[in-house]
């Protein structure tokens, strides 16, 4: 078995829940909470466009409830990826990734502009569609070897079914789609700035950390 | 494997082929969206097909993933298509003046009879064919606030489950009582989704 997780550090069992850090998860871990405070802090860019050919330029003000409503996704988004880095349990995790999916989908929306709204719509499609594989790879899972602890898969003698494995790392791909539909929309230097950012570092953590667990279990 | 489960599986996986290739072909976007919704029952019904005790307490999460992407996505779509009209009074017919009161009791009765998820699920019913029928000039905190003290009974009991477990059967009645009033609140908002004066 490759082990990238190395040495547990932390071991938190709660009935069948259970959450543990390994030093490869708990910088993930301290990664989601820096950023999630960087969200609570930060203010929205203000953007400002040249009209071309002249010297003209205007400024877009952030109205206040569309703020809100960024930050809060932004923190929401940190908070998903804070679950998803901590949680020992497999179910917990595909739906902690879901939680992302659906914050980035949120996060990405809240600009109001066509264009915009259009590659949010594209990318909450592609979300939806990959909760089948991850949803299915957790069911499939615990159907073969009866347990979703990822502790206990990994110690277990049970064979985790590569197609299981496969189907998890489809579904992570799917919810982690987001950076790729904000740069669609040209959103990190404009509308979305900086909240936008939330989109790009959860969709790397839950990357990161789907490969731990499939190296693992 | 037990052959009923791979049997099951290889017709989620047919009906997943299926929906994929609707959705390869389909163009409009809201027929796209309506596609996704039966890729959200494929999963679902991967879900189910563990049958153990831990498949009913993973569907619900799952449920509720499916149906909030669903309603974000609408929300979506509504505003980048530019539909900013209240939905219109649609059908009116007889029976929705006369029906709902006698109906509504009868299976608010009967879910009440049978209390727990179920009940919930059948007196929601009740209630949403009520306010469809009659119109929602209720006040909606009430409900909003019964759901919630109930969400409260429901974790006490659970609490007594963990803390207390001779008082076991208590514990079962406030759970039961709970989440029939859980899920009938949540259901009943239902029938409030044609809009209205404080919907």
């Given at each position: 078995m490759l082990s990238i997780g190395g040495q547990d550090l932390f071991v938190l069992e709660f009935g069948d829940i259970l959450h543990y850090f390994s030093p490869y998860t708990l910088t993930l871990f301290l990664l989601a909470v820096l950023f999630t405070g960087l969200a609570i802090i930060s203010r929205p860019e203000e953007q400002i466009e040249i009209a071309f050919g002249g010297d003209a330029y205007y400024a877009k003000e952030t109205t206040l409830p569309e703020m809100r409503f960024r930050r809060f996704m932004a923190i929401a988004c940190g908070l998903a990826s804070i679950g998803a880095m901590v949680s020992g349990d497999l179910f917990n995790y595909t739906l902690f990734t879901s939680m992302v999916g659906i914050t980035n989908v949120g996060i990405v929306a809240a600009v109001k502009n066509r264009h915009v709204l259009n590659a949010a719509y594209a990318y909450g499609i592609v979300a939806m569609i990959a909760t089948l594989p991850l949803f299915g790879s957790a069911a499939l899972i615990v159907a073969t070897?009866?347990?979703?602890?990822i502790p206990a898969l990994a110690a277990g003698g049970q064979a985790v079914p590569l197609v299981g494995k496969a189907l998890l790392v489809l579904g992570v791909v799917g919810e982690g789609m987001a950076p790729f539909y904000a740069a669609k929309a040209e959103m990190f230097r404009a509308p979305g700035a900086p909240y936008v950012i939330m989109c790009s570092l959860s969709s790397l953590l839950i990357f990161l950390r789907v490969v731990e667990i499939v190296t693992t279990i | 494997m037990i052959p009923e489960y791979s049997l099951g599986l290889f017709a989620a996986f047919a009906t997943a082929a299926v929906a994929f290739y609707a959705l390869v072909r389909e163009t409009d976007d809201l027929h796209r969206l309506l596609l996704t919704d039966l890729v959200e029952i494929v999963t679902l019904a991967f879900i189910a097909l563990v049958g153990t005790d831990l498949a009913e307490a993973l569907i619900l999460p799952g449920l509720v993933v499916g149906i909030s992407e669903l309603i974000a996505l609408s929300e979506i779509y509504r505003v980048k298509e530019g539909h900013i009209h209240p939905p219109r009074k649609g059908l009116r017919i007889e029976v929705m003046d006369s029906a709902p009161l006698i109906m509504a009791a009868i299976l608010v009765g009967y879910g009440i009879v049978l209390s727990g998820f179920p009940g919930g699920a059948i007196a929601g019913v009740g209630v949403i064919f009520y306010f469809i029928c009659?119109?929602?000039?209720?006040?909606?905190e009430l409900i909003e606030t019964a759901s919630g003290y109930s969400w409260v009974l429901w974790i006490v009991a659970f609490f007594t489950f963990m803390l207390f477990p001779q008082y076991w059967f208590c514990a079962v009645m406030l759970a039961g009582g709970a989440i029939l009033v859980k899920v009938m609140a949540k259901m009943s908002l239902i029938g409030a989704m044609r809009g209205g004066p404080n919907a």
């Amino acid at each position: 078995m490759l082990s990238i997780g190395g040495q547990d550090l932390f071991v938190l069992e709660f009935g069948d829940i259970l959450h543990y850090f390994s030093p490869y998860t708990l910088t993930l871990f301290l990664l989601a909470v820096l950023f999630t405070g960087l969200a609570i802090i930060s203010r929205p860019e203000e953007q400002i466009e040249i009209a071309f050919g002249g010297d003209a330029y205007y400024a877009k003000e952030t109205t206040l409830p569309e703020m809100r409503f960024r930050r809060f996704m932004a923190i929401a988004c940190g908070l998903a990826s804070i679950g998803a880095m901590v949680s020992g349990d497999l179910f917990n995790y595909t739906l902690f990734t879901s939680m992302v999916g659906i914050t980035n989908v949120g996060i990405v929306a809240a600009v109001k502009n066509r264009h915009v709204l259009n590659a949010a719509y594209a990318y909450g499609i592609v979300a939806m569609i990959a909760t089948l594989p991850l949803f299915g790879s957790a069911a499939l899972i615990v159907a073969t070897t009866g347990t979703l602890s990822i502790p206990a898969l990994a110690a277990g003698g049970q064979a985790v079914p590569l197609v299981g494995k496969a189907l998890l790392v489809l579904g992570v791909v799917g919810e982690g789609m987001a950076p790729f539909y904000a740069a669609k929309a040209e959103m990190f230097r404009a509308p979305g700035a900086p909240y936008v950012i939330m989109c790009s570092l959860s969709s790397l953590l839950i990357f990161l950390r789907v490969v731990e667990i499939v190296t693992t279990i | 494997m037990i052959p009923e489960y791979s049997l099951g599986l290889f017709a989620a996986f047919a009906t997943a082929a299926v929906a994929f290739y609707a959705l390869v072909r389909e163009t409009d976007d809201l027929h796209r969206l309506l596609l996704t919704d039966l890729v959200e029952i494929v999963t679902l019904a991967f879900i189910a097909l563990v049958g153990t005790d831990l498949a009913e307490a993973l569907i619900l999460p799952g449920l509720v993933v499916g149906i909030s992407e669903l309603i974000a996505l609408s929300e979506i779509y509504r505003v980048k298509e530019g539909h900013i009209h209240p939905p219109r009074k649609g059908l009116r017919i007889e029976v929705m003046d006369s029906a709902p009161l006698i109906m509504a009791a009868i299976l608010v009765g009967y879910g009440i009879v049978l209390s727990g998820f179920p009940g919930g699920a059948i007196a929601g019913v009740g209630v949403i064919f009520y306010f469809i029928c009659r119109g929602q000039h209720e006040r909606f905190e009430l409900i909003e606030t019964a759901s919630g003290y109930s969400w409260v009974l429901w974790i006490v009991a659970f609490f007594t489950f963990m803390l207390f477990p001779q008082y076991w059967f208590c514990a079962v009645m406030l759970a039961g009582g709970a989440i029939l009033v859980k899920v009938m609140a949540k259901m009943s908002l239902i029938g409030a989704m044609r809009g209205g004066p404080n919907a």
